[in-house]
């Protein structure tokens, strides 16, 4: 799960794509690794990323966002520091990526060397329960238009179904089956599952791979 120093996430809008991100740069933290978090997200002016600066830090984990993050300004900036992401190998680089293919132009940057260093995933979060990716066409086709604008393909696939306060053990099964089927059809193998931590247990423990998920206390960072 945690074999590439880059590690993009990219998706739907609301596949949720920011919690996976914070909980993956945390849990390499946790394993004792220099790890820095990227906000790439150059559609959404406000940049979830910088709610969980509270437990980024607390972690020890490098949060990299918009100069314009923490203020009522809506431009799509990135901070220059977001080029440390592939020139400082010495740390491992978490990015999360705005959503659909509109948000994947900000890898437009990145790309060549992304592709040169030849050591990062490119990963779709695919959360089954939302209406654009509920059916395997629908998936692909975001895929396909996510990979065409961020030049880069995708390595694998997260499943992450969830409903929020109502997901259940059968959700999240249900996204495995899913998710499984997607892998088949693109190739893609199924790089693991997030599963909220207080849902760990079960049969969720027949999943090969699991990175639990701990909720974003939003507004921490204030």
């Not at 592709?115 to 995933?121: H, T, V």
């Amino acid at each position: 799960m945690f074999d590439k120093r880059v590690t993009i996430f990219l998706g739907h809008y609301g596949s949720g794509k920011t919690f996976i991100s914070v909980n993956y740069a945390i849990a390499l933290a946790k394993m004792n690794k220099a790890v820095s978090i990227y906000d790439l997200d150059i559609v959404n002016p406000y940049f979830r990323t910088i709610d969980a600066k509270n437990m980024l830090d607390k972690n020890n984990v490098e949060l990299v966002v918009s100069p314009y993050a923490e203020t009522n300004v809506d431009l799509p900036a990135l901070n220059a520091k977001a080029y440390k992401m592939l020139d400082d190998l010495s740390r491992y680089a978490v990015a999360d990526i705005g959503g659909d293919d509109r948000g994947a132009l900000a890898l437009g940057r990145f790309y060549e060397k992304i592709k040169a260093e030849d050591n990062y995933d490119a990963l779709f979060v695919l959360n089954n329960c939302r209406p654009e990716t509920r059916d395997i066409e629908g998936a692909i086709q975001i895929m396909k238009e996510i990979e065409w604008t961020a030049k880069l393909k995708f390595t694998g696939i997260v499943n992450n179904a969830n409903l929020g306060n109502e997901t259940t053990e059968q959700t999240i099964l249900r996204g495995v089956d899913f998710t499984n089927e997607l892998s088949k059809i693109t190739g893609l193998p199924v790089k693991f599952t997030a599963v909220r931590r207080d849902l760990i247990g079960g049969q969720l423990m027949k999943i090969k791979e699991i990175l639990p998920i701990d909720p974003i206390k939003y507004g921490d960072w204030l």
